[in-house]
């Protein structure tokens, strides 16, 4: 046989290597483009989106200079290891301290006592965890011990996967733990509850999803915010068929943030990342923060706000004489609860 | 136009050997290696106490027999739908050809959205089976449709090649033979088929047990029934666990490649009995 070529066969091989050089490039041009990286969990990307662009304001009326602040937003686990396996992330703001922490624990890039440098724990607004329900409430779900009853079927997103969902489960544990003053009771509580649940999503949205687009489940648990924004979104479509339900006690989900010192310091960005998230407690970045149906800490702008958010009473994760850690290591760790629960069906 | 050249270089072998090297270190083989060593850090022993674990071995079984189903599945309708676009025309044949392509393009959480809209209890189909008591979405059988919708183009993809080359004689012979339409195609195309048929469903297989992506989504993720090996992975990786991780990584590759290299042999020892 001969041995048959096209002529422009080395052409295509010439443009091939100018092309990877030239990729190459505008790969490396793009990483010195990201000055300033935020990243952040996925339900607070429009929060940030109008945060930014009032920051961005009042830091050039100050400072006379001008900068871009780049988003990222994805699952809190999910963000936390991207920023241990060296995406440069400036500031982070996570759904859990425990995330955090793990940043902190194994990459050092925050120093170990992050939580002192910020007002409030270095927590700049709080949610809480309530139930949203079909429009008139057929079954009748008032507080969590309705929702474990036979015959309701529950929506909630996986504690294994998701950060968000971790609320979640602390929330009906310690409402259980603190009206019936035992471990095993509240234990009992949270698989009745888990026996209910028909879909576990990974995610805190794709349990939004099951429940309000595909109308499956009675109830789904779900964050304050996420729970106002899906009424808000029906609303703007001319829809009514949802509910929100406030039960009795819940859970203080507090979402934390914190100046990646050994990045920001090394990319300069020190005092740009410190002022940004000062800025989160200002009246300002306060009363953003409570447009996006987030809590606001600040005590003025949250009377200003208490119409959208009902005075429930809320537990702290401390009120159950837990920290993030233990609290990992007995329901989420392997073979802790949460993995009994499934073990036992 | 084509001309008439001397053989390839050898200079033009190095660059090219080069560049192919280059890249399967960065992309594959690197990263696989990495995968491997990771592993090894809890040992042998630690990977089997990974799976000792009651969870992750039904995950384990629940992945391999849907991916098992799924790829046999597809290697009745992958067959039967190359058959059909290489012998017979019909209209928009163009147009079903070109959408045969789209499970290999699409983002596979997209697929997997739309399939759980439409098979789960509100959903057009689902509803109806809801009526018969059966349910889709949220069980291994919606797995399985999920499974069965990324899988099939490897199977028409291998196999429409081969069928567009079978030459014309070998059924005319046969049929002139005296052979019934059946023993044709049992006894004579079959045979020159197989190895191809084979090929697109391991590949399909091997595709279906690392599906993450359009599974979760209709799965319902329950542990002990609906939950897949990926997600146990992604699991691990969410507490930081990097080594069970890739240990779970590990079992599923390997086995994965010990798949592909018996189908290959089959698939060798078929092609020279024929030849």
Not at chain 1, 73 to 87: E, F, M, N, P, T
Not at chain 1, 93 to 120: E, F, M, R, T, V
Not at chain 1, 126 to 133: A, C, D, K, M, R
Not at chain 1, 176 to 203: I, P, Q
Request: glycine share 6%; proline share 4%; net charge positive.
């Amino acid at each position: 046989m001969k041995k048959i070529t096209r002529i422009s066969t080395l052409k295509p091989t010439i443009s091939a290597i100018l092309c990877i050089f030239l990729s190459i490039g505008a790969l490396s041009s793009l990483a010195a483009e990201s000055t300033f990286l935020h990243v952040s969990f996925d339900p607070t990307r429009e929060l940030y989106e109008e945060i930014n662009k009032s920051f961005l304001k009042v830091w050039k009326e100050k400072k006379g200079s001008e900068f871009a602040i780049q988003q990222s937003h994805g699952g809190s686990g999910k963000q936390a290891r991207a920023v241990i396996d060296g995406l440069d992330a400036d500031v982070v703001s996570l759904a859990l301290s425990y995330d955090i922490d793990s940043i902190s624990a194994k990459s050092g890039l925050i120093d170990a006592n992050w939580q002192k440098k910020l007002p409030n724990n270095s927590v700049p607004y709080y949610s809480t965890i309530v139930f949203l329900v079909r429009k008139s409430n057929p079954k009748k779900i008032k507080d969590w011990d309705d929702i474990v009853k036979p015959g309701v079927s529950i929506i909630t997103p996986n504690p294994k996967t998701s950060g968000g969902a971790r609320w979640n489960y602390l929330a009906a544990y310690g409402f259980a733990k603190r009206k019936y003053k035992s471990d095993e009771k509240a234990t009992d509580f949270v698989k009745a509850l888990f026996k209910n649940t028909s879909v576990l999503d990974t995610g805190a949205r794709g349990s939004t999803t099951t429940f309000v687009q595909r109308g499956i489940g009675d109830v789904l648990i779900t964050w304050e915010n996420e729970a106002k924004l899906s009424l808000d979104e029906e609303k703007r479509s001319g829809k009514n068929t949802l509910e929100v339900v406030y039960p009795s006690e819940s859970i203080k989900a507090e979402t934390p943030v914190a100046v990646v010192t050994k990045t920001a310091t090394e990319k300069g960005n020190l005092e740009k990342a410190t002022t940004y998230l000062e800025f989160l407690y200002t009246k300002e970045g306060q009363s953003i923060i409570a447009k996006h149906f987030f809590r606001p800490t600040d005590a003025a702008t949250a009377k200003a706000s208490s119409k959208e958010f009902p005075n429930i009473k809320l537990f702290s994760l401390s009120d159950l004489g837990e920290t993030w850690d233990s609290a990992q290591k007995k329901h989420f760790a392997d073979a802790g609860v949460f993995d009994a629960i499934y073990k036992t069906q | 136009m084509l001309i008439e050249t001397r053989p390839y270089k050898k200079i033009h072998f190095g660059i090219s050997l080069g560049l192919t090297v280059f890249y399967s270190s960065a992309v594959v083989i690197i990263p696989l290696l990495g995968l491997f060593f990771h592993s090894l850090g809890i040992g042998v022993s630690g990977i089997l106490e990974v799976f000792s674990d009651n969870r992750i071995r039904s995950a384990l079984f629940l992945s391999f027999s849907v991916g098992f189903i799924s790829a046999i599945i597809n290697l009745f309708i992958g067959f039967l739908f190359a058959w059909v676009l290489v012998r017979y025309d019909f209209p928009f044949k163009k147009l079903l050809d070109t959408l045969i392509d789209l499970p290999f393009t699409l983002p596979t959480a997209v697929a997997g959205i739309a399939l759980t809209t439409i098979y789960s209890q509100k959903g057009i189909i689902g509803s109806y089976f809801e009526a018969w008591g059966i349910k889709i979405a949220y069980t291994p059988i919606g797995i399985v449709i999920a499974l069965v919708f990324i899988g099939f183009p490897f199977v028409v993809r291998t196999v429409q090649p081969v069928i567009e080359e079978l030459p014309k004689e070998l059924e005319e012979s046969a049929r002139c033979l005296g052979a019934t339409p059946f023993q044709t195609f049992y006894k004579v195309l079959l045979p020159e088929l197989w190895p191809s048929i084979l090929a697109g469903t391991g590949m399909a297989f091997a595709r279906s047990i690392g599906e993450y992506g359009s599974v979760v989504f209709i799965s319902g993720n329950i542990p002990g029934k609906t939950e897949i090996l990926p997600l146990l992975i992604v699991t691990k990786l969410e507490q930081y666990e990097y080594e069970k991780a890739t240990s779970i990584a590990l079992v599923m590759l390997l086995t994965s490649f010990l798949f592909m290299f018996l189908i290959n042999l089959l698939q060798d020892r078929a092609s020279k009995k024929l030849s």
